[in-house]
């Protein structure tokens, strides 16, 4: 069992940056990719971003290339957004999420291979 727990969240002009820290308690860290998802009022859970458990794999979706970058620190059992140049259409709720032995990029963005979640963060983008 893994619990996950997102901080970091708040309200940003848009252009500004938030970092997102996602703390995993209960279970090592290191065996599982993570990803960051979010949902937006109305609008379905989407995927942001994806990590493999060795760090060798990452995919992002189009909307963040360029912008968002996730890192992890596999000693500290936590994982990372970092969020450049924000627009209003990034405001969300935010989630990380883990999933046993995922290795392959190309499967980073499919939400139902993701076994563990938080509880979510709230990001507010004004424009």
């Known amino acids: 069992q893994v619990q996950l727990v997102e901080s970091g969240g708040g309200l940003v002009r848009a252009g500004g940056s938030l970092r997102l820290s996602c703390a995993a308690s209960g279970r090592t860290f290191n065996s599982y990719a993570v990803g960051w998802f979010r949902q937006a009022p109305g609008k379905e859970r989407e995927f942001v971003v994806g990590k493999s458990w060795s760090g060798g794999s990452t995919s992002y979706a189009e909307f963040v290339k360029g912008r968002f970058t996730i890192s992890r620190d596999n000693a500290k059992n936590t994982m990372y957004l970092q969020m450049n140049s924000l627009k209003p259409e990034d405001t969300a709720v935010y989630y990380c999420?883990?999933?046993?032995?995922?290795?392959?990029?190309?499967?980073?963005?499919?939400?139902?291979?993701?076994?563990?979640w938080g509880q979510g963060t709230q990001v507010t983008v004004s424009s």
């Open positions: 999420a883990a999933a046993p032995g995922l290795t392959e990029a190309s499967r980073l963005g499919y939400r139902n291979l993701y076994r563990y």
